[in-house]
């Protein structure tokens, strides 16, 4: 016969790894792994399928940069840019993750995301404040001001250090994807960046309730669309992990960012952005200046 103090703490036991269970969102992610074993050839035909990526480059050291934050990919110019929110900074980088300039930034409060929208033009968000600059770049940009830019404001759920982590852009849907850290929020908003302040315009800000449960991981960090699948992909640096998501807002496959998987040989520290060129590579910063490449049978 159990005794009434050992029943009392198989019990707390018990609450405890339900309670452990839910914070890391392992039931959900445990599902995710059941229905992959049925759906993985379905899946693996119409998506990037993110499993099959391998490192090609691990903790390449950007030089002198402190507490990297986001990368956008420019198709025009080739290269990539990432934020660092400590001496707030645009920084462009080589696809090989060489700093080729660094652009300062005046005003942008706590700057964690940048987004390519088309030729010279992108949106950098500040994360506390909750709100979206557009800027523009061209080769000649050595500074950008805040103050002379357009700026959309979105107050929702604010939440201090927790606010919007990462940005997307839909060209074809014309829709900006805004990802916030805490709790797990993904906002699509339509008519920002591309208003004309000398016509009639709206902007419409959009989420989707059941895609969010549906993302297993604790955070969110950066996001990233791919125009080829209609796909969504989320970083999570709490969770460790790369998230490709349908149409539909389901998860279909996932790339561990754990020593030992994919050909990490160390863990992803503070995973912070991710940036995908037309090739299909991934490229990934971590603070506090790591920069990683991945790429289909890289080894």
Partial sequence: MIRPFVAAFLLAALLAAAAVGLHLRLFERGWFVVESWFMATEWQQRSL?????EVAVERQQLPGV?????????PDRR??????????????????????RRIALDGFGDAEAVEYISRGRYVISDERRQRLYKVRVDDDTQRLAAAG???LSIGIGRSGNRG????AWDPDGRRLFVAKEKPVRIYEVRGFPEMDLDKDFAVDIADDPKRDRRLFVRDLSSLQYDRRTGHLLALSHESRLVVELDTDGRPISTLSLSRGS????????QAEGVAMDEAGTLYLVSEPNLFYVFRKGAR
């Fill in 66 to 74: 402190e507490n990297v934050s986001a990368l956008t990919y420019d």
């Fill in 164 to 167: 919007f982590e990462g940005l």
């Fill in 149 to 151: 830019s357009r700026h």
């Fill in 79 to 100: 290269t990539l840019f990432t934020v660092t929110n400590r001496n707030a900074e645009l920084i462009e980088l080589s696809l090989d993750g060489a700093i080729l």
């Fill in 262 to 269: 994919h050909g990490l040989s160390e863990n992803v520290p």
């Fill in 49 to 53: 399928w993110l499993p099959d990526y």
